[in-house]
């Protein structure tokens, strides 16, 4: 550390004075101890400020340090402080100003601390930022000074006086839902009693009444029974996004088990996996997919619905609210996804008159969320509760242009969207937002830029910004406005009806507005835990010491957030090492797992990094269990190659590449930031590379190249196996319209994804129309 400054000083009066003492240290410590709280830093720097001169004392901290020994520091850079002279006046700008005596003969910049444990004042100057209040800093410190003990670690020194802890809890929610909790599928019945003829889903032409779709459901929930589900048991979905898909989870919940569905496209291996873990009594399959479904449970087909659908009375199980309602599973740190069992009671307080929304019989909402992913939930449920109808985007791959015809097609007016399939449409068909009246995205950081480009555009509209995870049922926060968000970030917005909020320390004490700490997620929306999980549901899943019913828990969602005066929330990163990638919530842990389990591998690290379109894409560094036997490029590609048929398409590393050794910290750990970074790296295929025969297909493996970041691109090169998705899908189409100045449908790309197939698409034009 470091502290440059003259020991014989001048104060405002024109007396000598000898500076603070050691005995300032216990305030100095305070000071920089709230700072580090506040600023997530390691490095604080406190400008010791005076008539004569500045200095700068820099402290480096750490969560597990403790407040005694921040105290001892503290008194050294003070003795330091008095034997130096005014020729050493040098050091980096402060993150805020120690000051004694007097009043300054400046105005201090950033945060001032004036006086010492008798007269404590905190200021605050012009530029230190919206987010230095000076009553709440003051009574931070004060509030370390008079109850941290010397032994207490940074990372849970108390800051919330006993004001400060009754304005957060005001501010975190009451838990309570609006409505009392009900089963989901009375819901619906009761909502077909209200409206039997009004259109309850559409697909592509076809569309049921509530009257059909209940009916069908019933029917299949006959045979369902008499296959063994009922309450307590689960039922397996596999159906891609239809009207059938819709009847067949209806049916599921009306013989009060639980579904869990599926993507058909999920890789065998994993797919038996989670159904064994699930215990599923049967499964409900369209019958392309029902040759997927493993030997054991009982394989019901899905009919089509079509034509009335009678011979069976109304199924309408007598479960609690309480009862599960489906199983999710989210990706899991050990290699083994985990099964989120969601119960009735916490769709009910997300779809029945919540508080940041407001659904209308009236509405169409699309459906186009996997219903594997928990958006799916709000997307299903929220229509058919309350009289709306679903409008579901045709089955197959993810097109934005399709997409905005089925906005416009369906008259879609809510939807919701991930967050980089949200900065696409805007980016791309801004216009196919005319008809909607409530748009939502959530599941990663969305853009300011693009919410202000759609709510100028449309200022007809209503916004969301959603957050939560699997856990709380599908949105723990919201952030709903007509105005765009005045700043360059959107907010979490506040706890929505049913849940609480709590920002917590390690210690799981409540930390005060301003301060950083993990968000902890409770009430009505909450899940019961993991399926067959019991040691990771303690971990995550823990009691509630705030809450009045006994048995009440909260969930650790591993979240930094910072709670702001007006009860909204700011998000400030992962607490762990969980990140987004193509809207789903991926543990590079379990991807690291399944390849350390490869014969060929003996270290596996995956990290993400942006692709390049507003997302992000996973990268995975490996050292061989036999380097001497093999090429790098040729075992990152068999890697890549093998975990198609482990792992979904979006924990596919968009790269992999083999390292002689890992990078180690000082700590012996994997230093991931002294990782290499790849930029573009080679082609990771096994079939034959070809190279570009005419200027045309150079021009789109160039293009190809330059967003997939791979090189080279091969004519036969498949532009979705090279890393591509939907999103980067759009960005490629729109490069080549206005290189080629033609009109591309997305289509074209799934159906023609090479070089060759797309350039003879094309029209094979001329290398001077080709050119830049």
């Given at each position: ?27 100095l410590a ?34 597990d ?17 008095a ?11 402060a993150?805020?100003?120690f ?6 003969s400046?105005?201090a910049?950033g945060v001032?601390?004036?006086g ?7 200021s605050?100057?012009a530029?230190?930022g ?10 931070q ?9 010397p032994d ?6 108390p ?11 005001a501010?975190a ?31 592509a032409?076809?569309?049921l ?11 299949l929930a ?33 013989t ?14 994993r ?23 493993p ?15 009678g ?6 199980a007598?479960?609690?609210a ?14 083994e ?22 659904f ?11 219903v594997a ?5 709000l ?27 089925t906005?416009?097609g369906?008259?879609v ?10 900065h696409q449409?805007v980016?791309?068909?801004?216009d ?32 969301t ?23 360059n ?8 009806s049913?849940?609480?909020a709590?920002?917590l ?16 997620a ?7 835990g993991?399926l ?11 009691p ?17 957030v910072?709670l ?14 969980q ?14 797992a399944v390849?350390g ?12 990094q ?8 996973l ?30 398409g ?8 083999p ?20 930029r ?5 295929l ?7 025969r005419?200027?045309?297909e ?8 330059d ?7 091969g004519v ?6 090279l ?6 899908a ?9 290189r ?33």
């Amino acid at each position: 550390m470091t502290s440059p400054t003259d020991s014989q000083q001048q104060d405002a009066s024109g007396t000598a004075s000898s500076g603070p003492g050691p005995e300032a240290a216990p305030a100095l410590a305070a000071l920089v101890a709230v700072l580090y709280r506040r600023s997530l830093q390691d490095t604080v720097r406190v400008a010791h400020r005076d008539t004569a001169a500045d200095s700068v004392l820099t402290f480096e901290v750490c969560a597990d340090q403790t407040f005694g020994a921040l105290v001892a520091d503290a008194e050294k850079a003070l003795l330091a402080l008095a034997e130096i002279r005014d020729d050493d006046l040098h050091g980096p700008p402060a993150d805020a100003a120690f000051v004694w005596g007097p009043a300054p003969s400046r105005p201090a910049s950033g945060v001032t601390l004036t006086g010492g444990p008798a007269g404590l004042a905190v200021s605050v100057g012009a530029d230190a930022g919206s987010e230095w209040d000076a009553a709440r800093l003051e009574d931070q410190v004060a509030t370390v000074l008079s109850a941290a003990a010397p032994d207490v670690r940074l990372s849970v020194l108390p800051l919330a006086s006993t004001a400060a802890r009754a304005e957060a809890a005001a501010l975190a929610g009451s838990g309570r839902a609006p409505a009392p909790a009900r089963p989901v599928h009375v819901l619906v019945q009761e909502q077909a009693g209200r409206t039997p003829d009004a259109v309850a889903v559409s697909c592509a032409g076809r569309s049921l009444t509530y009257r059909a779709l209940t009916a069908h459901a019933d029917r299949l929930a006959v045979r369902l029974q008499e296959a063994g589900a009922g309450p307590g048991q689960v039922v397996g979905v596999l159906a891609e996004r239809s009207p059938e898909l819709v009847v067949a989870l209806l049916a599921v919940l009306k013989t009060g088990a639980a579904y869990a569905a599926f993507e058909p496209d999920l890789p065998g291996p994993r797919l038996h996996r989670l159904l064994a873990d699930t215990g599923a009594c049967a499964v409900l399959a369209q019958e392309r997919f029902a040759g997927r479904v493993p030997a054991g449970p009982a394989v019901l087909p899905l009919d089509t619905p079509a034509g009335p659908a009678g011979g069976t009375g109304t199924v309408l199980a007598d479960v609690p609210a309480s009862a599960p309602a489906y199983i999710s599973f989210t990706s899991g740190s050990t290699g083994e996804p985990k099964g989120v069992r969601v119960p009735h009671a916490a769709v009910s307080r997300l779809v029945v008159r919540p508080d940041w929304a407001e659904f209308r019989a009236k509405d169409v909402f699309l459906q186009l969320a996997p219903v594997a992913f928990d958006a799916s939930t709000l997307e299903l449920w929220a229509p058919l509760v309350n009289g709306g109808r679903l409008a579901v985007h045709a089955p197959g791959p993810l097109a934005t242009d399709q997409l905005a015809a089925t906005l416009t097609g369906e008259g879609v007016t809510v939807a919701w969207l991930t967050a980089g399939l949200f900065h696409q449409m805007v980016n791309q068909h801004l216009d196919a937002f005319a008809g909607l009246r409530h748009v939502l995205a959530g599941g990663d950081v969305v853009s300011a830029s693009h919410v202000k480009r759609l709510l100028t555009a449309h200022p007809h509209l209503l916004f969301t910004n959603g957050y939560g995870p699997t856990e709380n049922t599908t949105f723990t926060t919201c952030w709903t406005s007509a105005e765009p968000p005045a700043g360059n970030s959107v907010p979490l917005g506040r706890p929505v009806s049913g849940t609480r909020a709590l920002v917590l320390d390690p210690d799981l004490e409540p930390v005060p507005v301003g301060v950083p700490g993990e968000l902890h997620a409770g009430g009505e929306g909450l899940a019961h835990g993991y399926l067959n999980r019991p040691a990771a549901t303690a971990e995550r899943f823990v009691p509630d010491p705030f809450a009045n019913e006994p048995g009440a828990r909260l969930y650790r969602t591993g979240d930094l957030v910072r709670l702001l005066p007006d009860g909204s929330l700011e998000f400030l990163g992962r607490a762990d090492r969980q990140i987004k990638v193509q809207g789903y919530r991926v543990e590079p842990g379990e991807i690291e797992a399944v390849l350390g389990g490869h014969e060929d591998v003996r270290q596996a690290v995956v990290v993400a990094q942006s692709d390049g379109v507003r997302g992000r894409r996973l990268l995975a560094y490996v050292t061989a269990e036999r380097p001497e036997d093999d090429e790098p490029a040729a075992l990152g590609r068999r890697l890549r190659e093998w975990l198609r048929g482990e792992l979904p398409g979006h924990l596919v590393p968009w790269a992999i590449l083999p390292l002689p050794e890992l990078p180690l910290n000082r700590n012996g750990k994997v230093d991931r930031s002294a990782l290499p970074a790849a930029r573009r790296t080679a082609r990771s295929l096994a079939t034959e590379y070809i190279a570009p025969r005419t200027a045309t297909e150079s021009a789109v493996a160039e293009e190809w190249a330059d967003l997939l970041a791979v090189e080279p691109v091969g004519v036969d090169d498949d532009f979705f196996e090279l890393g591509g998705h939907s999103l980067i899908a759009a960005d490629l189409l729109t490069r080549l319209q206005d290189r080629f100045r033609v009109e591309l449908s997305a289509r074209t790309l799934y159906l023609r994804p090479t070089v060759a197939e797309l350039a003879e698409e094309l029209g094979g034009l001329p290398a001077a129309e080709s050119a830049r």
